[in-house]
């Protein structure tokens, strides 16, 4: 399989009738991490070790689906952004969890002097955080994906919060986690407003997914100032078995 990840001739963001935010893994690859991304005709992701995230284009037909396929390998999850078209016949779902996305206008965020930049060298601890707390996915390079800070406690990482997706005028706040012995204490609350702060000195607007399932999360954030823009869902379809429909082979 080639995997090209060379610049995009792909028209850039925005479209008509586009919100970046409709599409916000589309409008990173296309934007801020088009350094990132790799293709296959019109179908975009991340470096597996950077985070998990294919986007389908607004419109997919027959070739793009078999792109997708070919990006994902064969029984390989496509995780669906945007208005997650239908796939073809064959493809089984493999999950879909409702979720939600809030944006903060109106969140300034607060600069904190007690938390750390993490950067490469902090990756084990941060796995190992996630591995305990299971906020969302993150892998092995999305530090990469931009400004990750912690909270330490003894010399150890007990806290974290960082930028992930970043579409034109905005950047997603995300892995936001505690351990569970720190819980209670305001960290996350500290570490989201530090990371807000980063984005408002950039002069962007700081945004957020959560499982809708997750209420205690979700209370957190609208008490500092994030809103409700949209509900969505997570949806993971299965590239089908060589030999079945869906233009898997």
């Not at 007690?114 to 601890?125: I, M, N, Q, T, Y």
């Amino acid at each position: 399989m080639h995997v090209e990840s060379r610049p995009l001739s792909i028209p850039p963001l925005p479209v008509a009738g586009f919100d970046p935010l409709d599409d916000p893994v589309r409008a990173s690859l296309l934007g801020a991490h088009a350094h990132l991304a790799e293709r296959r005709g019109r179908v975009l992701r991340y470096p597996l070790d950077v985070a998990p995230f294919l986007s389908m284009p607004h419109d997919p037909g027959p070739a793009d689906w078999q792109d997708a396929a070919a990006l994902a390998g064969e029984g390989g999850d496509v995780p669906l952004t945007g208005a997650a078209p239908a796939p073809p016949p064959g493809w089984e779902e493999a999950a879909s969890i409702p979720g939600v996305q809030l944006t903060g206008e109106h969140v300034a965020g607060k600069h904190d002097p007690d938390v750390v930049r993490l950067g490469a060298a902090d990756v084990p601890e941060m796995l190992d955080l996630v591995a305990r707390t299971r906020p969302g996915p993150f892998r092995p390079r999305t530090v990469e994906l931009g400004v990750y800070l912690g909270i330490r406690h003894g010399g150890a990482l007990v806290a974290m919060a960082g930028e992930r997706l970043h579409p034109p005028g905005w950047t997603e706040i995300s892995a936001v986690c505690t351990d569970p012995a720190h819980q209670g204490r305001g960290l996350a609350t500290r570490l989201v407003l530090a990371v807000a702060a980063g984005i408002r000195d950039r002069g962007e607007t700081p945004f957020l997914h959560a499982s809708a399932a997750n209420t205690h999360a979700i209370g957190l954030y609208e008490r500092l100032g994030f809103r409700l823009r949209r509900t969505t869902e997570f949806r993971t379809v299965r590239v089908p078995a060589r030999g079945r429909d869906g233009g898997g082979s």
